[in-house]
């Protein structure tokens, strides 16, 4: 009864710097910057993470925006999402300690060397967290076409595209789009890796 084409529309849009696959998440009465705010969380493929305020547009500044790119670093550029690939999944927030935890997709521009990182941000401020971020590597013993040596790695050619889940005390990250699929999980405070499983190794 509530829901009627005359009260319900867009009400207004922000502007981000690159496509966001994964889902806005919203938090509820978050203190930002001394107010109770409702927030809504934005990712981009440009490897940026936005908070808005979800109310009120004001001129369209977010509350923070932080960029999850290092110095010498771009987000991936020869990947499968053009014209660039940085953030694919959506976060996932846990309310307990007001952290959002992001997987970035770089590349070293001196080298082109690509990697994943797992990036712990405070919620009220953007900072990173729990000393990260962290690299994102695995490996396990194989036999398939793309193992070296009897071990299979993870590498850029997945894409880390399922979004992350946040169980048990520990946040698991799905990746797929590659020869077999990847299954990792780390510890939430600690940002260590407790976890590895790889769908089809041999």
């Known amino acids: 009864a509530s829901v009627t084409p005359q009260n319900f529309g867009k009400l207004f849009s922000y502007l981000l710097d690159g496509y966001e696959y994964g889902q806005p998440l919203l938090v509820s009465n978050l203190v930002v910057n001394g107010t109770m705010r409702n927030v809504v969380f934005a990712a981009t493929e440009h490897d940026s993470v936005y908070a808005f305020d979800a109310d ?34 959506t976060p996932v927030i846990d309310p307990t300690s007001n952290t959002i935890y992001v997987v970035s997709t770089q590349t070293l521009t001196s080298s082109g060397t690509s990697t994943f990182r797992l990036n712990a941000l405070d919620i009220v401020s953007g900072a990173q967290k729990f000393g990260g971020p962290v690299t994102i590597q695995a490996s396990v013993p194989g036999t398939n076409s793309d193992s ?27 990746f797929g789009g590659c020869h ?12 260590a890796q407790t976890g590895v499983f790889n769908a089809s190794p041999n």
Do not use: F, H
């Open 56 to 89: 009120n547009y004001n001129n369209g500044v977010p509350l923070w925006q932080v960029s999850l790119l290092q110095s010498g670093e771009t987000p991936m550029t020869d990947g499968p999402i053009q014209p660039y690939q940085g953030i694919t999944s």
């Open 148 to 174: 070296k040596n009897g071990v299979v790695y993870l590498t850029t050619s997945c894409v880390q595209r399922a979004a992350l889940l946040l169980a048990n005390s520990a946040v698991y990250i799905g």
């Open 180 to 191: 077999s699929g990847w299954l990792l999980a780390y510890g939430a405070e600690t940002l």
